[in-house]
């Protein structure tokens, strides 16, 4: 295992942890049905990596890929590495906001998208819940877009690892402060934000798309500033998949196909 699979699965570890023990402590809303969903959730983490480790794909070797072959609008233009990372971190990210938005836009893309969206609950390990065929689209648009742009290396390795602690923690039901998440959401998605996107209500999961930059659903008029049932009263999930069954991992392999 080389060294920056091992630093990110270090961070990932971390950063999960980290979450648990702040839920525990601190919680934003009374949880339930851990036994139930928990082991799911993680169990779609685990098929997920095997399948990443299979795969010959990642966004580490699209950006060896980009400067190996000299490819890639970066490249082409010379840009000094500094500005190069920024503006990948930043692109990548608007990216990762308009795939997030597109995959509830179009109607074949929906469902498969959808199997994180039918947890009842609200937690760090729903930010962990991604059917594997999201993943390995996910990772072909994200390969795709660092080619195209020639990010470098670093910038690759540092926005994974941003994209998954950021989407943790963004998922985590932990209590901020008011002050400290207005404050704090003027820049990053935090939990009350990014909770109204896993509301009941269409109008607000078909907002809030944001995983990392709250800038992103600003611009581009898809802000929803808190869920009208309110925090703690809110349901979270979809109408059709309530039934405690389809917290099974079988279930959750086969939702967008049913």
Known sequence: ???????????????????????????????QKRALRWPANLGIVALNAVML??????????????????????????????????????LLDLAIY???????????????????????????????????????????????VIILLGVPVLAAVAFEIILNATAM???????????????????LVTPDMHRVHHALHDAEYNSNYGFNLSIWDRLFGSYTAGPRDGHRDMQIGQRRYRDPL?????????????
Request: hydrophobic share 55%; glycine share 2%; no cysteine.
């Open 246 to 258: 389809e917290a099974r991992l079988d279930k959750l392999l086969t939702q967008p196909f049913r």
């Open 98 to 144: 308009w795939q997030h938005r597109l995959f509830h836009a179009i109607p074949r893309a929906w469902p498969i998208h959808r199997m994180h969206h039918t947890d009842t609950e609200f937690d760090v390990t729903t930010a962990l819940r991604f059917h594997p065929i999201e993943i390995l689209i996910s990772i072909v648009i994200k390969a795709a």
């Open 1 to 31: 295992m080389n060294p920056e699979i091992q630093f990110r699965l270090a961070v990932f570890f971390i950063m999960l942890l980290m979450m648990m023990s702040w839920e525990a402590f601190a919680p934003r809303r009374s949880t």
């Open 53 to 90: 480790f299979l795969i010959p794909i990642s966004a580490v070797g699209a950006a060896l890929f980009s400067v190996f072959n000299h490819f890639g609008l970066f490249i082409y233009l010379k840009l000094p590495l500094w500005p190069s990372i920024i503006l990948s971190l930043l």
């Open 169 to 187: 923690f963004n998922h985590a039901n932990i209590k901020l402060p008011a002050a400290v998440d207005k404050v704090l959401r003027l820049i």
